[in-house]
């Protein structure tokens, strides 16, 4: 091993790396999943002293004893397969790599979770959960893995359990959020900035994400600052639906019922809030998508969900998730939601890109956790929906009357249908009295 203390020539000689850079490659615990490039002629192979960490992969047993594999120490014992020397393109992709990890870590991967537990002043098993609670897996206990910003950013919340704003369990659960939702984001915002190498650049999809990764340096500061404001303005309209709309969706939810003379004796009474919830569901999108390449299929969700999202946000709606072919939302009112479900239809009819789609609309009470919704009343929505004919509305019964009392819709009674958990269900379509609704665009 005296030669990884030895000075090695720089690129032009053997391309190969110096004792610092090798030093530095074998403690990234990362690793970079590129092609290895041959050993260099006058390259000493040396052993990996972490197997599958560093830039070899694990031997394959089945290989272990084929003699031609394996190199020999002095003293006879088999060492791992040799380190490839990187060509100068991969030492400066892995430097450029380096640069933008340091960069969005502000420090170097320094402590190991006994380090960074100590820091927070938590057992290793407590700064495990919050670790996972944002999505990364396990490590191993003696891997520098995390920077002195992670003990920081993760005591955030271990400060807030100690000064009594909230137990464990929901400290968890609120990192868990973060983690959820930015693992999320970052995910779309890096397969949308491929999309657009691909589709304005006529590149393929590895030159994309390559050129993406020359692109991302400039966008980091612009994202985070738009992330941070996004966070807190939702923020804000999640107070305004806290407390200023709660007390008129409920009434809303009782003058429903009380058009029917019947009492709240559906199951999701003893659920907290009042909310409209409507489902969108493409017509023959598991047969379509098997007709379609990668892009046109794509290009086929991207713009359902766009449209979906511009739509329940103009209604005053909120997008509570997207599954492939299907949306489901929720809105303050009855009539927002029969607004929303209406302009979900009519835009989606008028697309050459997309098929029809069943719409449903139920309005009842829903449990919110983990930014989702729950309850009888989402569970009759999504039946509603399987129920619904291309290019209809249907509402429940308590739905229809509710919204009767408007003049600007049409409720056209169906034939009862027996619908699992809940029985004989009387569904109604929902149709557009007159000119209005909410103004769309599709372009």
Known sequence: MDDETAEVPRPGDDDNYTAEELAAARADWSDFNL?????SRNANPQPSPVPGRGFVPEADSSDLNDPSTLQTHADGAAATAPIPTPSFEEREWHRNIRDLEHRLLGAERSLTYREMALRMGVSTHAARKLWRALGFPNLDEDVKAFTEADAEALAQMVNLVRQGYLNQETAISLTRSVGQMTDRMVVWQIEALVEDKIANQELSDAEARSHVFETLPALIDPLHQLMGYAWRRQLSAALQRLT?????????????????????????????????VGFADLVSYTSLSRQMNERTLAHMVQRF????????????????????????????????????????????????VLPEARVSVVWGRVLSRMGDIYGPTVNLAARLTSLADPGTILVDSSTA?????????????QPPRLVRGFGEVAPSMLLRAGRGGIAIDNS
């Open 35 to 39: 092609p290895r490039s041959t050993l």
């Open 244 to 276: 200023v709309r709660v007390e008129s969706g409920l009434a809303s939810l009782d003058r429903g019922r009380e058009a029917s003379g019947s009492e709240p004796s559906r199951d999701d009474a003893p659920l907290p809030l009042a909310r409209a």
């Open 305 to 352: 969900e766009s449209k979906c999202a511009e739509i329940i946000s103009i209604g005053g709606g909120r997008l509570v998730k997207t599954v492939g072919d299907e949306v489901l939302y929720n809105a303050e009112t009855p009539e927002a939601g029969a607004e929303i479900a209406l302009a979900l239809s009519e835009s989606i009819a008028a697309d050459d």
């Open 401 to 413: 009357e509710a919204l009767e009392v408007s003049q600007d819709y049409l409720l056209v009674p």
